[in-house]
């Protein structure tokens, strides 16, 4: 019933806000993004068979030749090389197209891309301006930092330390999702990731 709550609630998501899901382990946190994923892929689909009809059907609608709807996309920031296949082989077997590096609106038909947090660290301008075009076309759909306690945890991992410089101004909602967030950790998890006044 949790799992149902959390899915309904980063689907009603749609501005720039920031989202705390608190999960146990095994509870089925990686499902809260990977069913809008597949829902997404899905309407996706449809509005270009759609489109493909209507221009076989009543050619004079149609101005130009339909190009397929590409879907939504959700970047998942990952801590551990673990973590990411994990995702990466629910969501194949969820039948997503799985990306490991957007680049802005020609991202194509994945729906689905799997980052490690010190690469987006690292590549920090190169990732903001990918998310800034990602939106600007209209397929930015949330970014999702997994495991978001360890931003507070792995002192020794230096990238997570700049965390909140890159994903401070993301112009979509952040889906944060922890088995292990004490309500005592609550705001010290959020300062971490860079919660700002404009951003509930």
Same mark, same amino acid.
């Given at each position: 019933?949790?799992?149902?709550?959390?899915?309904?609630?980063?689907?009603?998501?749609?501005?720039?806000?920031?989202?705390?899901?608190?999960?146990?382990?095994?509870?089925?946190?990686?499902? *809260?993004?990977? /069913?809008?994923?597949?829902?997404?892929?899905?309407?996706?689909? $449809?509005?270009?068979?759609?489109?493909? /009809?209507?221009?076989?059907?009543?050619?004079?609608?149609?101005? *130009?030749?339909?190009? %397929? @709807?590409?879907?939504? /996309? *959700?970047?998942?920031?990952?801590?551990?090389?673990?973590?990411?296949?994990?995702?990466?082989?629910?969501?194949?077997?969820?039948?997503?197209?799985?990306?490991?590096?957007?680049?802005?609106?020609?991202?194509?038909?994945?729906?689905?891309?799997?980052?490690?947090?010190?690469?987006?660290?690292?590549?920090?301008?190169?990732?903001?301006?990918?998310?800034?075009?990602?939106?600007?076309?209209?397929?930015?759909?949330?970014?999702?930092?997994?495991?978001?306690? +360890? *931003? +507070?945890? @792995?002192?020794?991992?230096?990238?997570?330390?700049?965390?909140?410089? $890159?994903?401070?101004?993301? %112009?979509?909602? +952040?889906?944060?999702? $922890?088995?292990?967030? %004490? %309500?005592? @950790?609550?705001?010290?998890?959020?300062?971490?990731?860079?919660?700002?006044?404009?951003?509930?």
């Amino acid at each position: 019933m949790a799992q149902q709550h959390a899915i309904y609630a980063v689907l009603s998501a749609r501005d720039a806000g920031t989202q705390l899901v608190v999960l146990p382990t095994a509870g089925g946190k990686t499902a *809260t993004f990977i /069913v809008l994923a597949i829902a997404e892929a899905a309407a996706a689909v $449809t509005v270009t068979r759609r489109l493909q /009809v209507v221009a076989k059907v009543a050619p004079s609608a149609v101005t *130009t030749t339909p190009t %397929p @709807w590409y879907p939504p /996309v *959700t970047i998942v920031l990952t801590p551990t090389r673990a973590i990411t296949a994990n995702i990466v082989g629910a969501a194949r077997a969820a039948g997503l197209t799985v990306g490991s590096r957007p680049c802005g609106c020609d991202a194509g038909k994945e729906s689905l891309f799997v980052i490690a947090m010190g690469t987006a660290v690292r590549d920090g301008v190169v990732f903001r301006e990918v998310t800034r075009r990602l939106s600007d076309g209209g397929r930015l759909a949330r970014v999702v930092i997994d495991e978001a306690h +360890l *931003t +507070l945890l @792995w002192d020794f991992r230096e990238a997570l330390a700049h965390l909140r410089a $890159t994903v401070v101004d993301l %112009p979509c909602p +952040l889906l944060l999702l $922890t088995a292990t967030a %004490p %309500p005592a @950790w609550i705001e010290a998890l959020l300062a971490a990731v860079g919660l700002r006044a404009h951003r509930p």
